[in-house]
């Protein structure tokens, strides 16, 4: 077995180095026709243009060779990452229990397409369960809180018939995380655990649940709420704001907010602080409510799309932070109350007779 690893060890270096091969051999006939040819020892100007021409060739070659097996590395690396973000932060289906959904991300640093940005949406047999949410910062530095709370979504969001047993799990597991980041950057103290593991960091997150028949349950730990586009664009009403995961214990008794509906043809967009946080250069806010006005009866990919453009328009594509969208078109239709059949129709009570 370890006789196998070294081979294929070897030749992966072997074909790395495989561009280099030929500029090499040339710069070794280069050398020796040099310092071994007695014509090339020859004074004069051409035998110098000659000589110069021979030496730029085969150091152009090793550059180009070079750059050739670094671009092949970096398409590697490239395509590991990519597949790595998409198991990460998956694609929505596209429809999902008759609701419509679509989702995006914009991160803030360069060449990543995830963040510190989060969201997910899976069909239950309590309803859809949808979370969004942001870690502090942002970029690849709150990769491994996004991970935590999206693997405890996945499976909490099965198991808990409750919502508020969902949002628990969620606490628990981003706690545990943050004890095992402290103990990690710490290792002095890794006996007893920190009394305040990465103080610094928390989770601002939006939990909903929608429904057959449109209503929605909210849990809203210290996110922007959501729009809903209907006959007009307004804010959703969430509730009053939970505090962000990681920064206070939740309450004993967890109640979400049930007093909003998503009719059938209503949209809703969630979304990160980042989209109504980034500015233009003289300073001014998106304002993310005028662009949704102006956007009636979009289909939610071309409405994530036309968001995402509108927003790198208005910063002039530099973003300060990352901007996560999520999209829910309910697509239910509401079925019309039918008339009793013929057959089903209680009886009359007969007349009565008087003697």
Known sequence: MIRTRSLVSAGSRLRRLAPLALPTAWGGVAVAWKFGCPLARQPGLPMRIATSVVFLSVGLGLVLGLRRGLV???????????????VLLRPLPAR??????????LSASRGASVGGDLYEAVATPYGVRIVI?????????????????LGSFREAAHDEPELGGV???????????????????????AVTDPVHPAAEEFVTLLLLEV????????????HPGPYRLGPVVERLPVGDPLPPLGVLPLPVALAPYTAARLLPGETLVLHTDGAEEARDRRGRFFALDTALAGMPGEVPSALVRRVHTALLHHTGGRLADDVALLVVRNDRVRVPAQPAEPGLRRPRPAPSSHC
């Open 211 to 222: 429904a057959s028949d449109g209503r929605l349950a909210v849990f809203n730990c210290g």
């Open 167 to 189: 949002l628990r799990r969620l606490e628990r597991t981003l706690e545990r995380h943050l004890r095992e980041r402290a103990r990690d950057e710490h290792p002095a103290r």
């Open 72 to 86: 092949r590395e970096l398409a590697r690396v490239r395509a590991v990452a990519v597949a790595a973000q998409q």
């Open 133 to 149: 949410g942001d870690v502090r910062g942002h970029g690849l530095a709150a990769l491994g809180a996004v991970v935590a709370v």
């Open 96 to 105: 999902l229990d008759g609701l419509a959904l679509a989702a995006g991300q």
